[in-house]
């Protein structure tokens, strides 16, 4: 049985704290960046900002500590932990040696500018360019970015039908959603199971955190597509906007934008391109994003619900006789219903499905987890089905857990085996040694066997030669 591959996935804040603090202050250059940033904050730490935004000298830190009261410490902690990660708070002396707290000043500019207004214009609107001929409503923007999304979601899950650009296949690749052998189809794996029953918003900001991983590796500069990403989040849904005085790298980015539905362009060459609502909403309650820990969690499970106005939500209804009844048309939703499920029969508008022990721990098998599993269930509930509490019938949901037990009962751990000691000393000096620095996983002295973990393999490697050397 092989280890089970977890979706790794970092929220706004543990991204941006993973960048230099170089790139961070050309960052808050960009009062849309600023107002992102802020707007993510705890609501503590906003505060915070606000009390700080118009002060120009430091605030000694002790007086900062009595802005909370004592049982809201560890809150006041975690905002601290957030600003100074952040580099929106720097530490700096004061007169007499006492430690105080000033805020950013380039973020504390830039977000004053947000705020009260004044500066350069965020994007140049296409009115410059006089009415468009081919205006796009709301409505068809919405579903044009579903129909592009949902292109990517069906290349996926192998239809036929779906064909997706070279550089964003290479992309699904390098981000482990899929993998491709010497001379055979790309197919789907197990990070891409667990990546297909996210919601729309989880799933485009995970995909958006792994194509800024290869920004610079393309030639772009982070700042420029970070700062027009945070742009494109403060654009009026059913506006055009100018392409004119875009540098060439944010006009190839606009190209990859216009691929996973973010934004319309009616040509390649078009002087105006339209937002959509997934671009809009992207770095809208991204912290709500699955965090590092994996998306198997309840946290992630409980990431973004579905976008507003992609028809995403409300067909399936489940019933406690372990039958699901899908009311849809879409080929992707019914294809998704299969990765837990057993297709039983297909009608026009509706598909029927039974959850069985088999097609449960076939998904789990797969890297879907239980959570994953149900989540999917209850944001897509029909409203018929929202009507009852809780949505789903208790015994469904604690089955499926069940069911996901029976695979758990053993826990794998990834480690180095050493053994063929020469004698019992050498195995307990080696297995102490190993012990004192928190990295044996199992050891069975009689048989001279011992585990360590990979990250420890090294130094215990290197404690063993040096012991070799002084017999």
Known sequence: MKL???????????????????????????????????????????????????LDHPLPQAAVALWVKKDSQKDHDQCVSVLTGLRLWHNQQLQGGLQGI??????????????????????????????????????????????RWEVILHFMVGSPSAAVSQDLAQLLNQAGLMKSEAGEAPCITS????????????????????????????????????????????????????????????????????????????????????????????????????????????????????TPGTGESGFIVVETNYRVYAYTNSELQIALVALFSEMLYRFPNVVVAQITRESVQQAIANGITAQQIIHFLRTRAHPVMLKQTP?????????????????????????????????????????????????????????RVMVVTPHGHSEVKRFWKRQKSHT
Not at 394 to 414: A, H, M, S, Y
């Open 4 to 54: 089970r591959v977890q979706l790794q996935c970092k929220n706004l804040h543990e991204y941006l704290r993973e960048l230099s603090p170089e790139i961070l202050d050309r960052l808050y250059n960009h009062p849309a960046t600023c107002l992102a940033v802020y707007r993510e904050l705890p609501s503590l730490a906003k505060n915070y900002v606000m009390r700080m935004l118009f």
């Open 391 to 447: 949505v789903l019938p208790p015994t469904i949901t604690d089955q499926i857990r069940l069911w996901e037990l029976e695979r758990d009962r053993l826990q794998f751990t990834e480690g180095v085996l050493y053994n063929q000691f020469l004698s019992q000393a050498d195995f307990e000096v080696l297995r102490d040694r190993a012990q004192g620095l928190g990295v044996l996983v199992w050891q069975n002295a009689p048989h």
């Open 102 to 147: 000033v805020l950013n000043p380039v973020f504390k500019d830039n977000l004053r500018i947000a705020v009260l207004g004044g500066g350069k214009a965020w994007a140049d609107e296409g009115s410059s360019l006089g009415p468009d001929r081919h205006a796009r409503d709301v409505e068809s923007l919405d579903r044009y970015a579903m129909e």
């Open 191 to 306: 990070a891409g199971f667990q990546f297909l029953l996210l919601d729309t918003a989880s799933q485009l900001w995970y995909i958006t955190l792994q194509y800024l991983k290869t920004v610079q590796s393309r030639g772009m500069d982070l700042v420029e597509i970070l700062s027009f990403l945070f742009q494109l989040s403060f654009s009026t849904l059913g506006r055009d906007y100018s392409v004119e005085g875009m540098s060439e790298s944010l006009q190839t980015f606009l190209q990859h934008l216009r691929e996973f539905g973010l934004v319309f362009q009616r040509k390649r060459k078009s002087r105006r391109y339209y937002p959509t609502r997934l671009a809009i909403t992207l770095a809208a309650g991204v912290t709500a994003n699955p965090s590092s820990s994996s998306s198997s969690s309840s946290s992630s499970s409980a990431a973004l619900s579905a």
